[in-house]
C-alpha cells in the first residue's frame, strides 16, 4: 500500500463516473462494492495509524489488520492506553504474541478482547458501538470492530485523551486486487457495512444532560468567535455550562486572536479531507473547536503571560514582583510560599544567568523551569532553618555534659553533619566541650561542628580499629582525609598501626580508653624518626660492605666506629681479623646464596664482631696456655699434668694415669725437636679454628694477628697440635688394656663356646657312623632279640600244653564278660545321646535324599530308583488346587478390572470432549448430565458376566454346547497361532486395527496375566513385528519418525495396568525428588530467563526497567546476568539429569521383560533387513523405544501415568514441569546421541555431556536386549497345555465375538490362504457370525421394547468366560501323535513305579506284582477319584487320560509296553538303554512341576499387586467423577440465576436458529467448493479442474462432536473416515494447520473448524 505525497492528485473515489461513458446497473454495483470495499480498507488504514500513534509500535499491513487484531493483543494494549488502571501488564495473554505465532490462536486470547470491552465500558463509551466477542475471536463481523475503533477515538477526543485520527479517503492507494479480495470477504460475511460518517451524531444522542448543555455553550463560543466581537467572545467563554476555567478579562483580545487562529487551521483541514464527503455526512467537531481545544488555548495564552511576568521581576531583580507573578492562578505553581521569597530570587537568577551562559544570548525561563527552581528553594530553605535548630540544640547538649544526648543531637539528621558513632560519645563530649570553651562567644557554628564532629569520627574509628587489632582497617583509617594527620608516609603505615596498638594497649593498662589526635600525631611523628635513623644505619652498612670489599682493615675499623652504624665491642687492636672475619663471611654469603653481589646485614656484621673479639680472646688464653704446658715440661710431672688440664688448652683425652707416659713422651718430643739447640726467636705462631693465624711474643706475653716483620718460629716450643697428637696416641694404648682388663669374663665364656663346639662336633661324627653302618647293626640287634624270643615262647608253649582244658574255660568266661560290658556300654551310650543319634539319621537321611535330589536335577539320566522315590511330587494336592482356584479367580477379577478401567477411562475421555464442548457452546447441558448419569451408573457396577446355564450360548443344550465348544477351540487356535492375529492387524485400516488391539488381543491374552499368556503374547508381537518390519520398512529411520502399529501396542501394553508397577518403580522415586525439591527452577531459554530477571529488577526497585521486554535469543544472552543464571541452571540440570540416568541405568531388571525382548527382536530383525546398519544406528533404534516412547512420556506428565499420585482436578505446577520436561528433553537428546544446535546453540556446552551420557545409554541398551528367549525364560512349549491342571480361560465380551468373528470371515483367505488349514474348518463349522439376540438367547430382550436396539447394544458389551481347548486333542485308538503318546506313556509308568519297585524299567514291567503292591496301586487309583470328583470342570484332565487311570496294575504294563514298542518304531525310546529317555522326560516333568508351583505362587502375588493397582486407578476415576459431577452441579446451579446471561444451552430451547430439528442434517460440498472456501489445499493425484468431480459428504454421528465424511468421485463412494471435533480443537491449539484425510486430501484444519463451528454449531 502506497499513500500519494501530493494533495492535489486526489485518485477519484470508486462509483464516481470520471468519462462521458454510461455505465451499466451491473457495472454500477459493482463499482459500488468496489468502492464499499475501497472506503472500507481506508476506515481500516486510519484505525491502524491512530492505534500506532497511541501506542508508538508498528501493527501489521492494512489487508493483513483484521487477522491481526483477532488475538486481541493490540486491543488490551490501547485498552491499557486510555485506562491503564483497568489493564495489568501481567494479564496481558501473549504479550509477545509468541504463541500465536506458533501455535496460532488460543481460547485464553479471548481474554484479552475482554479487558477491551470492560476498559471502554470504564470511560463510558456508550454499548451501541461494542463488538461481541465472537466478533474478534471468529472474525465473524470485523467491521463492527473497526467502527468501535473509529467510536472510540472520537469519543476519547472529546474527553482530551488522544491523539487524532487522520482520515485517509481518496488519498490511500491499494491494488485491485487489494480491494477485489475485501470486497469477497465483506460478501463473504454478509454484513451491511456501519455508517461510520454518523458516529458523531450517535455520540452526541448518547449524551447526558450535562453533557448536551457543554456540547451548545461549546458551539457558542465557536459562534462567536467567528462573529470576531471580543466582548461577546469573553462573555460565551464565561459561560459556566462551557466549563472553562481561568478566563482573565484582561487577556481577552489574545483569546480572540489564538482561538481564531485554531478554529481556521482547523476548518482548513477539515475541507482538505472531507471535499469529497457531503456536509450531512461530516462530524460537527472535525470544524468546531472543542471544550478541550478552548480550554488548551486559554491555558496557554494565561501561561504565557504569567511566565513572562516572572521573567521581567527576575530581570529587575524585584522580590516583591517575583512574589506576585509566581502566584498568579494561570502559572499554576505549586508550593510558592512568602518567606522563601529571597530564596527564589536568588534560585531562579542563578538559574537563568546559567541559562544565558550556555545559550550565549538572552533567554526566558519557562513554566517547567520555573517550577523546578521554586521547589528547590523550598528544599534549601527548610533545610537551613532545621539546620539552625540542631545546632542550636547540639550547643545546649554539650553544654549540659550529657555524652548521650550530645551524640543523639549530633546524629539528628536535620543538623547534617558528617557520620556520628555512639559508641564514642565520651570522645565526643570531651572534644567539644573543650573546642566550645575555647570559643569567644561559648557557642559553636555549624561550620566548626562539621569539622571538628569529622574529625572526631575519624579518631573514634582509629580507636575502635586499633583494638579489634585489624591492621588492614587501622591502615585505612590513617589514610583518611578526615582524620587530617600530618606526616603521613603511606610506606610506614604498617609500622604506625604497629605502633599505635603497642601504644593504645599501654593506654589501656593506665584506664585511658581512647587515644587523642594529639597522641595519634606524636606516634606518627616517633616512627618517622625511627625509620630516619634506620635510614642512616642502613646507609652505614652499605660502607661497611664496601669496606670489607676493599681489603683495608683501617678503613673496615673506620666505619666500624661510625656513629651512624652503632656497631657494638668494635675493638680498634682486631682491626686486622676484623677484616678476616668480615671478609670470610661475605665470601661464605656470596656462595651459599649464588650471588656475587650479596651483601652483610646488620646482624650479620655484628655476630662477625662478637666472634673476631672472642677469636682474639680464645688465641690469647691458648697461647699463654701453650707457654706454660712447654714451661712445665722443664720442672716435674705434677705440673706437667696440671697444664695439660687447663680448660684454655682445649686437649681431648688428658687421663691423670698417664701423666708420666705424657711428661716423658712429651718431654722426648721436646727435645727432638731443639735439636741442635735454640734459635732465640722470642715468637710462635698458633693456628686458630684452622682459618687464622696468631702469633704471640713469649717474652713479653703479648699477642697479635699481624705477622710481624722478620718473623721466625721458635723452634724449641711444641705447638698445640703436637701435643695433641702425642696426647691422643698414650690415651688410645691406655685405653685398649682397660678394656681386655674389664672383659675377662667375656673372654672365659667365648673359651667355653669354642670347646663345646669341638665336643659337638666329634658326637655328629660318631652319629653319622652309626647311621651309616645302620643296617649291621639292626641286623645284630634282631638276632639277639630273636634268640630270647623263641626262648621265652618255648617255655610258655610247654606251660600252656600242659594246661588246655583251664585255659579254654578260661578264654569263654572272659570273652562272655568282655561282650556283655561291651554291649552295655554301647547300649547306654546310644541311650545318653539319643538325640543326636536322631539327628545324625536325620541328617544322613537328608543328605542322602539331597544327593538323590540333585542327581534328579543334574544329571542328564537319572537312574530309575532316585526318579521313584521323587514321583510323588507329581500328585495334585489340594493345596494345588486351592492355588488353581484362586489364581484363576484373581485372573478373571484383574482381566474384568482392567476392562472396566478401560471403559470407565474412555467415558471419562469422553466427559471432557463434552465438557469441552458445552464451554463452546457446541452441546446442551442435558447431554452432559445424560452421560454423567451413565458414567455414575458404570461405574458403580462392572459389567455383567454370562455365567448361567440357562440360556444363551452357555444354555443346556447340544446346539449351544457345540457353538460354544467351537468357539473355544477357535480362540485357542488363535491364541496359539499368532501367525493369524499378525496377519489380521495389518488387513485391517490403522483405526479399526487400533481398537482392535486394545480390546480383543488383550482380551484374548488375558492382558498377560500369567506365564503361558505373556509368553503366547510376547509370540504374537514378535510376529507382528518381525512382520511389519518386511512388509512397511523401507528405512532405517522409519520405525523412529513413523509410529508402526506392532511398537505402539507393544508400549502401550507394557505402560498399561501390567506394566505400570515396574514403570512407578522405574522413575517414581527420583521424579518425586525432582517435583519435592522446591529450590530447583530450571530454565533453559534465555529469552523466559531475561524476562523474569527484569521483572525481579523492576519488582526490586519499583521501578520501569530500562530494558527493552521484547528480546531474541542473541539479545538476552549479551547479558551476563542471563548467562549466569543459565549456566546456573545447566549446572542443575546436568545434576537431576545424572539422578534419573542413574536411577534407569541401576534399574535395568525393572524393565518388563516383554520390553526388553521384544528390543532384542527389534533390533535382530532389523539387523536382518539392514545388514550394513551399524551398532550405534540399531542401538539409536533400541533407545527410541526403551526410552523416548517407553519412558520419556511418563518422565514429562508423571500424573499421566500414574507414576506420582495425585487427586482429581489436581495438576503439576508449571515450574515441576518445566525441570521435567528440560530433564527428559536432555534425556532424549543423549539416548540419540544428538547434539544441541540450531536454535538450541545456547545449550551447546552440555553437548560433551551428551555425549559422555550416551556412551551410558549405549551399554544400558546393550545389556537390555541380552534376555533369554521367551522359551527359556517361561519354561513353556507348544505342549504345555497337554500337562496343566487347568485349561486355559478367556473373558471376553459378545460384542468382541461378534466382531473377531466377522472380521476372520472377511480376512479368511488373506490370513490363511491354505484351504486346509485348521482355521478352515473351524470357521465353517461356525458358519456366518451370529448376531447379539442369538448369543444371548431367547428372551433376553423384549421383541415389543421401542428401545430395543439401545438395549442390545448395552446387552452387547456383556462378557462370557470361554476354558479354551484344542478341537484335536487325541482320544484312545487315535494315538498317532507320538508326542501325545509320550506323555500318556509317561502317566501310566508313573502310576507303576509308585507302587513296584526295581532297578530298571523293563524289570519292574517283566515282574508280576504282589497282592500288596496292586493293594497299594488300587489305594492310590480311589485316593485320584476322590481328587477328581472335587476338582472344578475347567481344572478336570481328559477323559482318555481319567479312563487311562482307573486300569489295573497288570493292564497298565501291558499298555505301557505296546506304547514303549510304538515309540522305539518312532525312534523316541531305546530298549538297549532300558527306556532311560522316557525316564528321562519323567525326571524333566518332576522339576517342571516344582517349576510350575514356584511361578504359580509368584503369578498369585503378582496378580494381588496388580489388582491393588487397578482398584486405586478405579478409586482415582471416581475421584474424577466427583469432580466433574460437582462441576456439572455448578453449572446446574448457575442456571437458576435470573439475570446471568445464559451461555450453556441447558436442553437446545435457548438457540433461536438452527435448532428446530433434534438432528442435523448432512452437508454436502464439492471439492472446488471447498477449495473456494480455502478448506481443501489439495488431493493428490487430481487436478483442480477436477475436484468438481469430487463430493464430500459430512454428517454428524450419534457421538456428540464426531462427524462421518465420505468422500464420493464421480457418485461413487469410494472412502469413509470418522472425525472427532476434539481431535480438530487439539490440532489447532497445537499449531497444526495443514491435516491429512482419506490419506489423500490436505485440508485447512482452521477453516475446517470454522466450517463446522457455521453449519452445525451455529457459531
Known sequence: MQYEENSTLLRPRYGSIVDDERLSAEEMDERRRQNIAYEYLCHLEEAKQWIEACLNEELPPTTELEEGLRNGVYLVKLAKFFAPKMVLEKKIYDRDQVRYKHTGLHFRHTDNTVQWLRAMESIGLPKIFYPETTDVYDRKNMPRVIYCIHALRLFLLRIALEPKIHKLATQCKFSSEEISNMRKELEKYGIQMPAFSKIGGILASELSVDEAALHAAVIAINEAIDKGIVNQTVVALRNPNAMLLNVEESHAQEYQQSLLKSKKEKEENSRNKNENISKEERDVYEELLTQSEIQANINTINTNKAVAQVNDAIDRQDETALMAGLRVTALGLLGVQQENSQWYLAQLCECKEQKKQEAGVLTTLAKEEIQKEVSLANEEAEVHRLKLKAVARINVAIRAGDSAQTVSALMHPEARLPITHPFAADLYQTELFSLQKQNAEGELAHEELSVAVEMLSAVALLNQALETKDSQWIQEQLVSSSIGLANLDEDNLQRYADMLVSIKSEAAAQNQEYLSWNDIQNCIDMVNAQVHEEHERIIAIGQINEAIDQGDPEKTLKVLLSPTAKMLAVNPTNAWHYQEVLHLAKAQKCKESEDESAALWLDEIQDAIYSANKNSEDAQKLAIGIAAVNQALEKDVQQTLTSLQSPDIGLRGVITDCAEMYYRDLSKAKKEKSGEGSNGSAWFKHKIKDQYEYFYNLDTGEGTWIQPKEFTQNNTQLSREEIQTILSHITTDYNREQLWLAHETLVIRLQARARGYLVRKAYRERKDYFQKQEPSVIKLQASWKGHKQRKAYQDRLKLLQRNLAAIVKIQSWVKMWQARKRYRERLQYFKDHKKEIIKIQAFLRANKARDDYRTLISAESPPLNVVRKFVYLLDRSDLDFQEELEVTRLREEVVTKIRSNQQLEKDLNLMDIKIGLLVKNRITLQDVVSHSKKLNKKSKGQAEMVTGDKQGIKALSKEKRKKLEAYQHLFYLLQTNPTYLAKLIFQMPQNKSTKFMDTVIFTLYNYASNQREEYLLLKLFKTALEEEIKSKVDQLQDIVTGNPTVIKMVVSFNRGARGQNALRQLLAPVVKEIMDDKSLLINTNPVDVYKAWVNQLESASGEASKLPYDVTTEQALVHAEVKNKLESSLRSLQTVTDKVLASIISSLDNIPYGMRYIAKVLKSSLHEKFPDATEDELLKIVGNLLYYRYMNPAIVAPDGFDIIDITAGGQLHSDQRRNLGSVAKVLQHAASNKLFEGENAHLSSINSYLSDTYQKFRKFFQAACEVPEPEE?????????????????????????????????????????????????????????????????????????????????????????????????????????????????????????????????????????????????????????????????????????????????????????????????????????????????????????????????????????????????????????????????????????????????????????????????????????????????????????????????????????????????????????????????????????VMKIFDKAKVNVNLLIFLLNKKFYGK
Open 1273 to 1633: 525364560k517361561f519354561n513353556v512349549d507348544e505342549y504345555s497345555d497337554m500337562v496343566t491342571l487347568s485349561k486355559p480361560v478367556i473373558y471376553i465380551s459378545i460384542e468382541e465375538v461378534i466382531n473377531t468373528h466377522t472380521l476372520l470371515l472377511e480376512h479368511q483367505e488373506a490370513i490363511s490362504p491354505d484351504k486346509n488349514d485348521l482355521l478352515h474348518e473351524l470357521l465353517e463349522g461356525l458358519g456366518d457370525a451370529p448376531d447379539v439376540e442369538s448369543l444371548l438367547g431367547e428372551g433376553a430382550v423384549d421383541p415389543n421394547d421401542p428401545n430395543k436396539e439401545t438395549t442390545l447394544s448395552q446387552l452387547a458389551k456383556t462378557e462370557i468366560s470361554l476354558a479354551l481347548s484344542s478341537k484335536f486333542e487325541l482320544r484312545e485308538g487315535e494315538d498317532r501323535d507320538m508326542k501325545s503318546l509320550m506323555i500318556k506313556t509317561k502317566k501310566l509308568i508313573v502310576d507303576v513305579i509308585r507302587t513296584q519297585p526295581g532297578e530298571t524299567l523293563p524289570e519292574i514291567l517283566e515282574t508280576p506284582a504282589s497282592s500288596q503292591q496292586e493293594s497299594d496301586h488300587l489305594k492310590i487309583v480311589e485316593k485320584r477319584a476322590i481328587l477328581d470328583a472335587r476338582t472344578p470342570d475347567k481344572m478336570k484332565r481328559s477323559q482318555s487320560a481319567h479312563e487311562d487311570g482307573q486300569l489295573p496294575i497288570e493292564q497298565k504294563k501291558r499298555k505301557i509296553l505296546r506304547n514303549l514298542r510304538t515309540l522305539e518304531q518312532a525312534g523316541l525310546v531305546s530298549s538297549a538303554n532300558k527306556y532311560q529317555e522316557i525316564i528321562n522326560e519323567i525326571a524333566k516333568d518332576i522339576r517342571n512341576h516344582r517349576r510350575y508351583r514356584q511361578r504359580r505362587k509368584a503369578e498369585l502375588v503378582k496378580l494381588q499387586q496388580t489388582l491393588s493397582a487397578l482398584n486405586s486407578k478405579t478409586s482415582f476415576f471416581e475421584e474424577q467423577i466427583d469432580y466433574y459431577n460437582t462441576y456439572i452441579k455448578t453449572c446446574l446451579d448457575n442456571l437458576t440465576r435470573k439475570n446471568s446471561r445464559r451461555s450453556i444451552k441447558v436442553d437446545g430451547k435457548g438457540e433461536e436458529k438452527g435448532s428446530k430439528k433434534s438432528k442435523q442434517s448432512s452437508l454436502k460440498y464439492t471439492a472446488a467448493r471447498l477449495h473456494e472456501k480455502g478448506v481443501v489445499l489439495e488431493i493428490e493425484g487430481l487436478q483442480t479442474n477436477q475436484f468438481k468431480n469430487v463430493m464430500f459428504d459430512i454428517a454428524p454421528s450419534e457421538e456428540v462432536g464426531d462427524f462421518e465424511i465420505k468422500a464420493k468421485f464421480m457418485g461413487v463412494e469410494m472412502e469413509k473416515v470418522q472425525l472427532h471435533f476434539q481431535d480438530l480443537l487439539q490440532l489447532q491449539y497445537e499449531g497444526v494447520a
